[in-house]
């Protein structure tokens, strides 16, 4: 097993301590700001693994074509060095989208804190609407 | 029903955590060793080779989009149903948190004076009017050269709302009122982007009312429809087809977007405390 194989265990594992957290977060803790938390841990996450999917060894490249009249040769080389472009692509819009939800969802936090003043879970479900 | 004991609650809490902690770890390992292979692999899948390969194809137009941005090729033209309807994820998003934290029947919710004399030092307030400057310029050229170089209207917006945001905590939400960063300008300019969106999206709709095949989206000359295609460039400007269009409105939907839910955030306390407590 080279050097370069366990570094990437050793992220694969990191990433999935990083969801196991998360997960624990947003399933038990009874704090609402907390599960906010860990629900933008879990798409972070999620993003990165998404991003190690994309990426070849060797002497990859950015998946951008540095001229704009490429001749054939130069295509066949980009193609054959530069990283997986689609899953950067889904990350891309999948942070922002990530960005708007957790705004939504701590707006609906805030909002629960000034008119019941509590972000407990268990207390806010005894609450009469 | 008898009350659970604290050490039956916790040895319930531990079960649960392994559980989910064999569960992930099962499949993590499944997915790297089993369906991707040995990752990173030498080779990436023929469906990205592809796209590589065509985005700026020159000697293949049929199937090209006009960009040598393999990353933006496919979020508005490849796959651009795909960031169209995450816009409206987004759209409806903001609309949900501005609706949360609306406050009815108060018009003018921060009167001029409240705040003066309050707010950071002098250093803090001069660097982040120099910092607010630079930001604002790297976020127009992030939107307009998103086509060419890594960036586009989604990384554009986030990065302009921050300088709203650094606006927010260096001064206040009078200075940014003063400048005509309000609710009232964001929102439509918000739905100008969006808008926008919609109808570059549309124009090759509009192009099949006379008769032409076009696909909806369609940005260069394709196979079964070979009759449209938005201009590529413009000599050395190049726009990269409909590209240019689509990250210009979606850094105005997404910019003015994030800076209506922090201007909405950054409403102080006491105004809710006063309508809230009418009710």
Redesign the interface.
């Known amino acids: 097993m080279t050097l370069s ?1 366990i570094l ?1 265990i050793y992220m ?1 594992l990191t ?2 301590g990083l ?2 957290v998360s ?2 977060g947003i ?2 803790r009874p704090n609402l700001l907390k599960k906010i938390i860990a629900l933008s841990i879990f798409g972070d996450t999620a993003n990165t ?1 998404i991003i ?7 002497a ?1 490249t ?9 001749t ?1 040769e130069q ?2 080389a ?2 054959n060095t ?5 899953p ?3 990350v ?6 990530n ?3 957790t ?2 969802l ?3 936090a ?2 629960l804190y ?2 019941y003043g509590t972000l407990d879970v268990r207390e806010a479900v005894k609450l009469k609407w | 029903m008898k009350a659970k004991t604290l050490e039956e609650e916790k040895t319930h809490e531990v079960i649960i955590g392994a559980g989910i902690a064999i569960l992930l770890i099962l499949t993590v390992f499944a997915i790297i060793l089993g369906v991707t292979g040995y990752t990173p692999s030498e080779n990436i899948r023929p469906l990205a080779q592809f796209y590589l390969y065509y985005a700026m194809n020159t000697f293949k137009k049929e199937l090209w989009a006009a960009t040598p941005e393999a990353v933006n090729s496919m979020v508005w033209d490849y796959r651009g149903y795909d960031t169209l309807f995450e816009t409206s994820v987004f759209f409806l998003a903001v609309i949900g948190a501005v609706s949360v934290l609306r406050l009815p029947g108060v018009k003018d919710v921060v009167s001029k004076g409240i705040l003066s004399g309050r707010g950071l030092s002098l250093i803090v307030k001069v660097i982040t009017k120099f910092i607010v400057a630079f930001i604002l310029i790297v976020a127009i050229s992030i939107a307009i050269h998103g086509n060419l170089t890594p960036g586009g209207g989604f990384q554009a917006g986030a990065a302009v709302s921050i300088a709203s945001l650094i606006g927010l905590a260096a001064f206040s939400r009078i200075f940014l009122e003063e400048r005509h960063v309000t609710t009232k300008l964001m929102l439509p300019i918000r739905v100008l982007g969006v808008v926008g969106i919609g109808l570059v999206a549309l124009v090759p709709a509009f192009i099949a009312l006379s008769g032409i095949l076009v696909f909806a989206m369609q940005n260069q000359p394709k196979v079964w429809a070979p009759n449209f295609g938005f201009p590529p460039g413009f000599g050395d400007f190049w726009l990269s087809g409909n590209q240019f269009y689509y990250n210009f409105f979606e850094f105005l939907a997404v910019g003015a977007g994030f800076t209506v839910i922090y201007l909405m955030y950054s409403i102080p306390e006491y105004f809710y405390k006063e309508v809230l407590g009418k009710k």
């Open positions: 194989q990437w694969y990433l999935i969801i196991a997960v624990y399933v038990r693994f190690f999917i994309g990426f070849r060894r060797g990859a950015v998946p951008i074509l540095p001229t704009l009249n490429p054939l295509l066949i980009f193609k530069a990283v997986d472009p689609l950067q692509c889904l891309l819009t999948a942070i922002v989208i960005m708007s939800v705004a939504f701590t707006a609906l805030i909002q000034r008119l």
